[in-house]
């Protein structure tokens, strides 16, 4: 995905429908923050759901990201915010593989595996050089991605099909149906989703994307590559160990 093309342009209006409850990740980038300093750097802050939780606890965020839409969910949700808590923010519409800011940071992140948009080796190389860049000397590059499960990666497919009431009375209808292409390594995925009003008015939502999935070697690789030292995986964010059947890494590396 680029600045230009805007895979979550429908999806925005609902992406906190489905993830703006989740709160684990929150306070390990908040512990990083008070550990290594800020401003800090989120490439791929999409609506805010971890930099405005930053900001609330008092540090400087500035927000990266290529979708205009989701921006503009993070723009109306900073419009409730208190005025302390917005000053604090600094969004930015660019793409994380070719932004180029005239400050540096001692923290960068890419939360809840938005580098699996990045769908060659060849642009998360580019986006990890980018950040490697964008950081002052001894400043700290962290993120987290998912580890697929090898029983989709070997059926090739994934169908879910779910609904769900949510508290405001209204259900939400999902299907998704996700392909892997085992010779790119690449999955694309239809995700529809209905929401119906409690008056049965319903409003449809269609989600269309790429991502590649990415394996801890490939990483530790490109982080080496990129200029990063002192490159630590851990399997979850109380920094356990890693373990493939934990679903996720997450990394921390020095400049
Ligand atoms: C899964 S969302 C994560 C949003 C947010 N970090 C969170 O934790 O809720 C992925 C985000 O990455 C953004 N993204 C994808 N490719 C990007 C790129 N090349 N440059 C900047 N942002 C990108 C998407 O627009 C989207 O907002």
């Known amino acids: 995905m680029n600045s230009e093309s805007d895979e979550y342009e429908d999806f925005a209006e609902i992406y906190d429908v489905f993830?703006?409850?989740?709160?684990?990740?929150?306070?390990?980038y908040c512990g990083l923050a008070e550990k290594y300093g800020d401003p800090v750097l989120e490439l791929g802050?999409?609506?805010?759901?971890?930099?405005?939780?930053l900001a609330r606890r008092g540090y400087r965020v500035v927000g990266l990201d290529a979708s205009k839409s989701m921006l503009e969910i993070f723009k109306k949700k900073l419009e409730k915010e208190p005025n302390e808590v917005r000053k604090r923010i600094e969004i930015i519409h660019a793409d994380m593989r070719d932004f180029s800011l005239d400050k540096k940071f001692p923290l960068i992140i890419i939360p809840f595996s938005s580098i699996v948009h990045l769908t060659s080796l060849n642009d998360s190389l580019k986006a990890f050089t980018n950040a490697y860049n964008h950081l002052i000397k001894g400043g700290v590059f962290a993120f987290d991605v998912f580890?697929?499960?090898y029983e989709y990666i070997t059926k090739r497919r994934r169908i879910e099909f779910y609904t769900r009431d949510t508290d405001e009375g209204k259900?939400?209808?999902l299907w998704e149906r996700a392909e892997y292409d085992l010779t790119n390594q690449l999955i694309h995925v239809d995700r529809l989703v209905e929401i119906v009003h409690p008056d049965n008015e319903?409003?449809?939502?269609?989600w269309k994307t790429t991502l590649r999935w990415y394996t801890k070697s490939e990483l530790e690789l490109l982080l080496k590559l990129a200029g990063f030292n002192n490159i630590k995986v851990y399997g979850d964010f109380n920094l356990g160990e890693y373990r493939y059947?934990?679903?996720?890494?997450?990394?921390i590396a020095m400049k």
């Open 19 to 28: 993830y703006g409850t989740l709160r684990d990740d929150i306070d390990f």
């Open 171 to 173: 259900r939400l209808i």
């Open 147 to 149: 580890i697929p499960k």
């Open 45 to 53: 802050c999409g609506t805010g759901r971890i930099s405005i939780p």
């Open 202 to 206: 319903s409003k449809r939502y269609f």
């Open 245 to 251: 059947e934990k679903g996720k890494m997450v990394f």
